[in-house]
């Protein structure tokens, strides 16, 4: 029984770090996924540059993985920091990859060649994430202590200053992501090659993304966010949310750049706001996690 339970927890806590490693990566990551000339650079790209970008970044995780990494616990050893940048590197390749296909950046109709510098490309600053992922949104799941009691009777006016520190934190951050990405021609690029459902696969993603880096990942004041009373407190009412808001954040800067305008038809809208939704949704995320 005792043995089950040692390796139950080791799984557990395994599990944990590859979600902390992988939302560090999302938070990142995304904006270099909206950009247009790294797709074209990690297409064209010959092998020995692509060799050059893997040994490049794995040198430059292996030295972060002495000093912090993605996981709970220290691991400064040489061997194992060596292990934990192989993972690192894994762990930023799948991410990538997974946000290309659904960006259809990657298909059955392009070569593998491509395929491969664009995910190689892509991964890059999304492996740095899961490196810095502690060493700039610290584990604070050790200082947890017992869950707070929400049956408390809670103040209205504490709810409601609760509830809109949480919108404009998470406005705050889906424009400061967002606004990079916007002006650009990319997200109409992708629009034209998405049908209905890669956006729901989208929406998927945006809110399972969401919900891990605030609520899973054990970054910075993860048990303040679970103890924090307001009116939609509940991880998945806050989720949904913010990213109704992050949705709206989207809508309101494609306007401002004249990316959409009130003549377009609402399917246009819908896509675009969709779309940018994922790296605002993120950037949302990442402003919670600081109120």
Not at 169 to 197: K, W, Y
Request: net charge neutral; glycine share 8%; hydrophobic share 50%.
């Amino acid at each position: 029984m005792a043995l089950a339970k040692r390796r139950s927890t080791a799984w557990a806590t395994e599990i944990n770090d590859l979600v902390r490693g992988a939302c560090g990566g999302f938070l990142f990551g995304i904006p270099l996924l909206y950009t247009m000339e790294v797709w074209w650079i990690g297409s064209m790209a010959q092998p020995p540059r692509i060799m050059m970008a893997i040994v490049g970044t794995f040198i430059a995780v292996f030295w972060l993985n002495r000093t912090e990494g993605f996981r709970k616990t220290s691991r400064s050893r040489p061997y194992e920091a060596l292990t934990d940048t192989v993972e690192a590197m894994a762990i930023g390749l799948v991410c990538s990859a997974f946000v290309l296909l659904l960006l259809r950046e990657l298909t059955l109709d392009v070569p593998l060649r491509e395929s491969l510098g664009k995910v190689i490309f892509e991964s890059v600053p999304f492996t740095l994430g899961v490196a810095l992922a502690n060493q700039f949104l610290g584990d604070t799941r050790d200082a947890e202590s017992k869950p707070s009691d929400n049956s408390q009777p809670t103040d209205h006016k504490d709810a409601l200053n609760a509830t809109l520190a949480d919108i404009g934190a998470t406005l705050l951050g889906a424009i400061v992501v967002g606004f990079n990405i916007s002006p650009t021609d990319e997200i109409r690029t992708l629009a034209a090659a998405l049908s209905a459902p890669w956006l729901l696969g989208i929406m998927a993603a945006s809110l399972l993304i969401s919900y891990g880096i605030v609520f899973e990942a054990g970054f910075s004041d993860q048990r303040k966010r679970r103890q924090q009373q307001g009116i939609f407190q509940r991880p998945l009412s806050e989720t949904i949310m913010s990213y109704l808001v992050s949705l709206l954040a989207a809508a309101m800067m494609l306007w401002f750049f004249d990316r959409l305008t009130f003549s377009d038809p609402w399917t246009m809208w819908l896509e675009q706001i969709l779309l940018l939704g994922l790296p605002t949704t993120i950037g949302g995320a990442a402003g919670r996690l600081a109120v």
